[in-house]
């Protein structure tokens, strides 16, 4: 058997993302969060759950499951109304804490595809425990770190983590990443987008990257739009897993998409210019 024969899914982006989890059916979880506005989800099947806001109407949704660890769950699913907007969840039961990234589209009158992010953090509340008093929480403790993402046999990518509102992508020359993207960043002064580094514990990181200044600056005259591309990042393991939420043309038309992707990584030595090149977009 030559196993480059086997039919491959034609986004590298997902060729290495972890399975589906579906450890979840038939639990539920009241999220306390510190924004005020309480959260339960209700894991109905292994593609279906319940949610709603506390003292609100539920709603049916499809979701994705896919685990950091073994106790660490990212959860997403999409809804439309009032407007298009992503839901996640990074459940930590070790903890017991949750943190909640609500991306949605349509808030910004100028650029209507563009996307933004809220963040809220919380604990889930447990029968005969009290309620934590730790949260997840925003860190710069990645900051310096240098990592090379495999998404595929083909497509790397290397991440420069240079701020705490910032990270700078870049790739091998002749690589296919830039035969996928050196047209499009061409155009733009520098790769570096505004970023979120959330801590989860020890070693485990939520990375969210929204596209932004793509968006800003070549609005149609790219294939993707903006993107919000959610990360949790285990780098005992070295692993990541995520997902991509956004528009991209097809035919002139901006299109919804989503995607559950993954890639491996390693922390090689990678240039110091990733690190010491001057950010083109802050003043």
């Given at each position: 058997m030559n196993l480059k024969d086997l039919a491959r899914d034609p986004n590298p982006l997902t060729q290495f993302a972890k399975p589906p989890c579906y450890e979840l059916v038939g639990r539920s979880?009241?999220?306390?969060m510190d924004g005020g506005i309480d959260?339960?989800?209700r894991f109905t099947g292994?593609?279906?759950l319940e949610w709603n806001a506390d003292g609100e109407d539920a709603h049916t949704v499809e979701y994705d499951a896919m685990k950091a660890d073994e106790q660490t769950y990212l959860v997403t699913f999409r809804v439309e109304?009032?407007?298009?907007?992503?839901?996640?969840?990074?459940?930590?039961?070790?903890?017991r804490?949750?943190?909640?990234?609500?991306?949605?589209?349509?808030?910004?009158?100028?650029?209507?595809?563009l996307q933004t992010n809220h963040f809220d953090f919380g604990a889930i509340r447990t029968?005969?425990?009290?309620l934590p008093y730790k949260r997840h929480y925003y860190t710069d403790d990645l900051l310096g770190t240098r990592a090379e993402w495999h998404w595929s046999t083909d497509l790397v990518s290397r991440h420069a983590y240079v701020d705490t509102n910032f990270y700078r992508v870049t790739w091998e020359e002749g690589s296919a990443m830039e035969d996928s993207f050196e047209e499009e960043f061409d155009k733009i002064p520098a790769t570096d987008e505004l970023a979120t580094f959330i801590r989860i514990?020890?070693?485990?990181?939520?990375?969210v990257v929204v596209e932004e200044k793509v968006e800003r600056l070549l609005g149609d005259d790219q294939p993707f739009r903006s993107d919000s591309m959610l990360f949790i990042e285990n780098f005992d393991r070295c692993f990541h897993v995520g997902r991509a939420f956004g528009h991209m043309m097809v035919d002139g038309v901006a299109e919804?998409?989503?995607?559950?992707?993954?890639?491996?990584?390693?922390?090689?030595?990678?240039?110091d210019s990733l690190l010491t090149q001057p950010n083109r977009y802050t003043a």
């Open positions: 979880f009241f999220f306390v959260y339960e989800l292994r593609r279906t109304e009032p407007m298009l907007a992503s839901h996640s969840y990074v459940i930590d039961l070790e903890q804490l949750v943190t909640r990234h609500l991306s949605t589209v349509g808030e910004n009158r100028r650029h209507p595809l029968e005969g425990y009290a514990k020890e070693n485990m990181y939520v990375f919804p998409i989503w995607m559950i992707y993954g890639a491996f990584g390693n922390t090689l030595e990678l240039p």
